[in-house]
């Protein structure tokens, strides 16, 4: 995978990391007060595990993206475009 900079100030070229610092701190960050790195590395360690086996999420058919990855693997899906 190869690191790719966006130019600044133009969300709308990272839709999807977008969208996801959004639910993290919608879901997670602004529910928590983090006394230390190891608090918060627990916190965001179960939030990730909420987040990919756990939370539906409607752009995948409202499945996890556990379940979303599973099926890929065995065809029963398409891949999605990582840009529209």
């Not at 960050?29 to 790195?37: P, Q």
Request: hydrophobic share 35%; glycine share 2%; with cysteine.
């Amino acid at each position: 995978m190869e690191h790719e900079l966006i130019p600044y100030k133009t969300p709308n070229k990272n839709a999807y990391i977008e969208s996801f610092h959004s639910i993290l701190e919608e879901e997670c960050l602004s529910w928590h007060e983090f006394n230390s790195f190891r608090e918060a590395y627990e916190v965001l360690h179960k939030f990730m595990d909420y987040y990919n086996n756990v939370r539906i999420h409607s752009k995948i058919g409202y499945l996890t993206p556990a379940e979303y990855y599973d099926a890929f693997k065995r065809n029963s899906v398409k891949a999605l475009p990582i840009c529209a």
